[in-house]
């Protein structure tokens, strides 16, 4: 079966970390760029960060840029979000994706997400 499933999610401190997992079954991930995306409470899917499969470049949203790393490790079928010193804004429904290139429409295959909610 082909799927994307996250882990990792959870509540926290603002200022705490929390590293989110996304492994990949039915398919591997050596060719495919990775992304994290997430969804706040009546806000629209955004792109937190993205890494591609030829080089392992790295993108991120402005505002995670120094905190989050994403990271992958292909004989693990894996990949990874670093959240660190999170605050209460980066609350929402995070989701990994695997697709051709780092754009949202290149996205072509989609976790089910995991919540992450900071509050005090």
């Known amino acids: 079966q082909v799927q994307l499933v996250e882990s990792g999610g959870g509540l926290v401190q603002p200022g705490g970390s929390l590293r989110l997992s996304c492994a990949a079954s039915?398919?591997?991930?050596?060719?495919?760029?990775l992304g994290w995306f997430r969804q706040a409470p009546g806000k629209e899917r955004e792109g937190v960060s993205c890494i591609s499969s030829s080089d392992g470049t790295t993108y991120y949203l402005d505002s995670v840029k120094g905190r989050f790393t994403v990271s992958r490790d292909n004989a693990e079928n894996t990949v990874y979000l670093q959240m660190n010193n999170l605050k209460p804004e980066d609350t929402a429904d995070y989701y990994c994706?695997?697709?051709?290139?780092?754009?949202?429409?290149?996205?072509?295959?989609w976790g089910k997400g995991t919540l992450v909610t900071v509050s005090s």
């Open positions: 039915g398919f591997p991930l050596d060719y495919y760029a």
């Open positions: 994706a695997a697709g051709s290139r780092c754009e949202y429409y290149a996205m072509n295959r």
